[in-house]
Structure formats: structure tokens, C-alpha cells
């Protein structure tokens, strides 16, 4: 059984900085992109970042690039999200997610993901 599981969330400042990391288990974690999406309340999920299996392909959100920065260790099976510059609108539950390094339709959807982890809080206080 495919197990994701986020950690690093927490409370800071606007303009400080948080990493999240999620440590997956039950499947080849190298064989796998990795996304990370947050919701805030009252709002949909929304696309964060995407890292393909190998770690050399990213994606953003306009809204995070140049802020947030993807990576992911597969000797660790984990993926992680660096996020600097923080601004309250950051301030979203974030959730990380596996599924097949192939995309269908565009890279942001939730629809190419197949696992989802439980969420981690963030929020950016102003």
C-alpha cells in the first residue's frame, strides 16, 4: 500500500522560509513524479510544483516560482518543498502527491496523481 506522509509545516513570519518533506513507502519511488497542491480554506486545491521521477524536470505555479523550489532524494524516497519568501497567501494546507511520470493534459492537474498524502499545515502570519 502506497503511504505518503508530509511533515515540516508549521507557523512563521511573511518573508520566512519553511522546507516540507514527504517520505513515500510501497512502490518504487524513483519510477514516479512527485506534486505538491494546497488548499486554503474556502478555496479549491491549486497546483504548487511537479518534479519528474528523475529530478531534472520541474514545474511551478506562477504564483510560486522563484519563491518555491522542488527536489527529491530517491535514495531516501522522499520529496521535498523549499519555500522562501513567504507571503499569508501562501497560508494553505499542502499536500503532497505520487503518480505516473507521464502526464496526461496539463502537468498541474490533480488528475495525474494517483496518491495523496494526508496535508500539512502552513501558515504565513502577515
Known amino acids: 500500500q502506497v503511504s505518503l506522509l508530509e511533515a515540516g509545516g508549521g507557523l512563521v513570519q511573511a518573508g520566512g522560509s519553511l522546507t516540507l518533506s514527504c517520505a513515500a513507502s510501497g512502490r518504487t519511488f524513483s519510477m514516479y513524479a512527485m506534486g505538491w497542491f494546497r488548499q486554503a480554506p474556502g478555496l479549491e486545491r491549486e497546483f504548487v510544483g511537479r518534479i519528474g521521477r528523475t529530478g531534472i524536470v520541474r514545474w511551478y505555479a506562477d504564483s510560486v516560482k522563484g519563491r518555491f523550489t522542488i527536489s527529491r532524494d530517491n535514495a531516501k524516497d522522499t520529496v521535498y518543498l523549499q519555500m522562501n519568501s513567504l507571503k499569508p497567501e501562501d497560508t494553505a494546507i499542502y499536500y503532497c502527491?505520487?503518480?505516473?511520470?507521464?502526464?496526461?493534459?496539463?502537468?498541474?492537474?490533480?488528475?495525474?496523481?494517483?496518491?495523496w498524502g494526508q496535508g500539512t499545515q502552513v501558515t504565513v502570519s502577515s
Open positions: 502527491a505520487s503518480g505516473p511520470d507521464t502526464y496526461r493534459g496539463s502537468y498541474s492537474a490533480a488528475s495525474n496523481y494517483d496518491y
